[in-house]
């Protein structure tokens, strides 16, 4: 029947076109069919995909809604299984993720064998069931399965975690076609404790860190979280698993805890604890090598006579820094509210002893599904508020770096219906935060912009880019492309450069001011064309620089030298080697100033055709690439403070030399000497041990060196101010350096 259905389901998608979008209405959020506990994951195209289970029968539905909030599954979703489940602890058992394809896949747990086994479906973006109709089957246990939970790897596979009745845990990772790659998968076990609530991330040097709780029999129960690492092979990368905290008591009810990936490797857990008779919200920092950072964890807050239950963490964009919510409520439990802290990488409170208040206690409404969402440096928090009746609204708040809300009447609604909700959700997707929950039966979904408005977002409809891609006027161009031009312009306009030349100066400005004359003989080439945009109001943002030539979206040629005035300034971009296709680079007479990032030598250009690469005639200090050092042509070096290099003549030793300039921001150089070739690592750490960036490793010969530091980590985030120690080692050689980052 199933099949039958599907097969409907596709036609259907072929001769319907639909036209339902994002509302803004509070009194009419996307209906999306029958149902409770909606699950929601993102998509790269700035959609979402939104899964739920039927009530009564659990049958499991999903739909994909584009960025502008257009259904493509139908009006009523998608049927992904239609197998029945006889219990209503169905509903905790559903989880969704998408890959980097934009693939979802769902897991679930049914009785079509007779036992509880957990099931998977992977569902591709047009609605192709990729693992068959029926779906992979995970368990094949013959003892009950629940509470599976999936994590998504780089490489596109995934990590099942599930627990099993009798009180054991299980492993799992899967391929991207479906292939169960660890056997049976690793099972845990502990013959006189229950072993369950177990779940995955995966930290950012790529490994898989499991953790899961350990349980007393008996009451009453005392827990134990446990962490381990295992390689892609299943590997464990500890000898034993380690003990982050316990024995001690979980409030009845809350036994769960959260896992985070944390910036620079490690992870963050959060839990409820039970202190006598008061519940406290715990984070705990671990370092990649397992080691607690913050004495078995920190309380979020130091308000000991209330209760703080139930965190949820986020991490900042830009900061890397970690933001928590939790519910409170006073002693007596009879005002409750929500209260959030942010903390920085050394465990300190940025927003107070005791947090800011989200809602402040009273005594009117309680506090459920509470999920919160970065939103670049701030973060929105979504709840429900409930009344005594059971009737309640959903809202929204969102909190600057500093704790202070910014919206209007410090939170914004997003349905007007007073009536029985349940299972709130949200997300970040790529242009807003997608909220769904379940109203008396029915899904229903909203998409929050970041004015705290509702709607699609302010964007024009693709047509149809390839991902990686932008589209401006009708054309598809490369977004990192974009982003080097982008930030050549960007930094212009912030280096504050006195370009010595009057207002009345056509060409005094950067870039190019001129461009925005009616008289302007600016053009850029598109596949061989030439594009005159003598119009302003044609002038397609970022491409306002100079000359360019494009082909097939990939910028080929900029000029921006002598007679194209466009007066650059301020550093060149570090990203400048995502321009992986230019063939020329000319750059000549304008006020480019600092250090050349070292990433310019990731180009694949002529450096000594000066046709081809041109950067003679701007402010750019030494020390060079060693690509380009002989390639640069006449810098003004004025402005340069001096790099102190070790006198190479005067040393038989290796040497590292300070940092310059140090203090910094964003940028510093280091320059070394090797007095005979050798394999270099130099290594960024910060003052915990935490490997930040991998700055050198490899061979080199016999010399003065540098290499440049612009302030990120391994994977390219910026990372916050502070103190940071770099390690070089050279053969039996070994030299740390202290840098200060200021921002």
Known sequence: MKKIINQIFHTFLLTTCLSAQWSTDLSSPQLLGSGIQPQIASTSDGGAYITWITDGNYHVYVQRMDELGIPQFGDSGYLVSDNDNASWIAVYHLNIVVDDDDNAIISTVDQRTGNWEVYAWKISPEGSMLWGEDGLTITNSSTGNMSPRLTILEDNSLIVTCSHNDGEILFQRISSDGDLLWGDGIIKQDDTKNLVSPQSIVDENGDIIFQWLRQSSGWPIYSEIFIQKYDLDGEPAWMEPILIVGPTSFPMGNWSQQLLS??????????????????????????????????????????????????????????????????????????????????????????????????????SYDYLDVSASEFGDDMIVTYLEQSPNMNGGIYSQRLDSLGNPTWEDDRVPITDSNT??????????????????????????????????????????PVGCDSGYVEIDGLCFYESDLSVLQSMIDNSYASGIDLNCEDSNQYCGSPNPYMDDPDSWFWKIIDGQEYNFADGDSIVEPLELGIQEWEDGRLKSLMCGAYIYCQLSGPIPDNINALTEVEQLRLEINYLSGYIPE????????????????????????????CIED??????????????????????????????????????????????????????????????????????????????????????QPVSAGI????????????????????
């Open 631 to 716: 390639h640069v042509g006449q810098q003004d070096t004025t402005g340069c403070e001096p790099v102190s290099i070790i006198d190479e003549p005067m040393s038989n030793s290796f040497a590292l030399n300070n940092a310059y300039p140090n203090p910094f921001n964003p940028v510093t150089t280091l320059s070394y000497y090797l007095p005979k070739g050798s394999f270099v690592t130099m290594t960024v750490y910060d003052m915990l041990g935490r490997k930040v960036k991998q700055l050198v490793n490899q061979n080199e010969t016999q010399g003065v060196k540098s290499v440049q530091w612009n302030s990120t980590n391994d994977h390219g």
């Open 599 to 626: 990433m310019i030598c990731e180009l694949d250009l002529d450096y000594e055709d000066y046709l081809s690469f041109d950067l003679t005639g701007n402010l750019l200090c030494p020390p060079y690439p060693s």
């Open 262 to 363: 944390a910036p620079g490797g490690g992870s963050f857990i959060a839990w409820t604890e039970l202190s006598g008779n008061v519940q406290n919200a715990i984070v705990e920092s671990v370092t990649d090598e397992g080691t607690s950072l913050w004495d078995g964890g920190m309380d979020l807050s130091a308000n000991s006579s209330n209760f703080r239950m139930s965190p949820m963490l986020v991490i900042a964009e830009g900061t890397q820094e970690m933001m928590a919510v939790w519910r409170e409520a006073n002693g007596s439990q009879s005002q409750r509210g929500l209260f959030a802290q942010r903390v920085d990488s050394t465990g300190s409170k940025l927003w107070g002893a005791n947090g800011v208040a989200v809602v402040d206690l009273n005594s």
């Open 420 to 461: 029985q909700k349940s299972d709130v959700n949200s997300i970040k997707g790529s242009n807003c935060v997608f909220i769904s929950w379940s109203d008396n039966g029915s899904i229903f979904a909203h998409c929050l912009r970041d004015d705290g408005s509702l709607g699609p977002p302010d964007i024009i409809p």
């Open 724 to 743: 940071y120690l770099c390690r070089i080692e050279a053969g039996e050689f070994r030299q740390t350096k202290k840098m200060v980052l200021l921002k």
